[in-house]
């Protein structure tokens, strides 16, 4: 996998989740994504960006335009040094949720892009990896 342009936003207040929206938005519109997976792949960082904000304080988004075999497509890492996520499959269900949201942000943001990857321990924070690629 090369990397063709990447970039990172840090997480603290609200309005950062904005910010990433934003920096998502234009680097999948640069990637050649159409209307609809651009909004699929915000979508998901929205969620992973709140996940963030709201249960680590503050994090970092890192954004990679990435070429795999003439394959281009967007990668998304979401790192956090909160508290962690104790049981991962469980935080991956639908409906189940440590706060008050629907438990839906995970388990959308798994289907709206074609891969994630959770590396998380209780201590230890957590680092969560997605990528969508381009068709054709
Ligand atoms: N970065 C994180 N650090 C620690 N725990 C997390 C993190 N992201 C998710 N979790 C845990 O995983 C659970 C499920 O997350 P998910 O986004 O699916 O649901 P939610 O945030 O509770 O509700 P919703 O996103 O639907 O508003 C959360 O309730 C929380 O316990
Ligand atoms: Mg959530």
Redesign the pocket.
């Known amino acids: 996998m090369t990397a063709v342009s990447q970039g990172e936003i840090q997480i603290a207040t609200e309005s950062d989740i904005l910010l990433a929206r934003r920096a998502v938005r234009e680097a999948a519109t640069q990637v050649g994504f159409g209307a609809t997976d651009v909004t699929r792949i915000v979508t998901a960082a929205s969620?992973?960006a709140?996940?963030?904000f709201?249960?680590?304080g503050r994090?970092t988004m890192h954004w990679t335009r990435c070429e795999l075999h003439g394959r281009e497509g967007l990668e998304l890492k979401?790192v956090?040094k909160?508290?962690?996520?104790p049981d991962i499959s469980l935080?991956?269900q639908e409906g189940?949720?440590?706060?008050?949201?629907?438990?839906?942000?995970?388990?959308?943001?798994k289907r709206l892009m074609d891969d994630m990857d959770i590396q998380?321990a209780p201590g230890h924070?957590?680092t969560?990896t997605v990528k969508k690629w381009r068709k054709t």
């Open positions: 969620e992973l709140r996940n963030t709201l249960y680590a994090g979401f956090d909160g508290p962690g996520i935080a991956l189940y949720s440590t706060g008050k949201g629907l438990g839906m942000g995970l388990p959308g943001a998380s924070g957590t969560i």
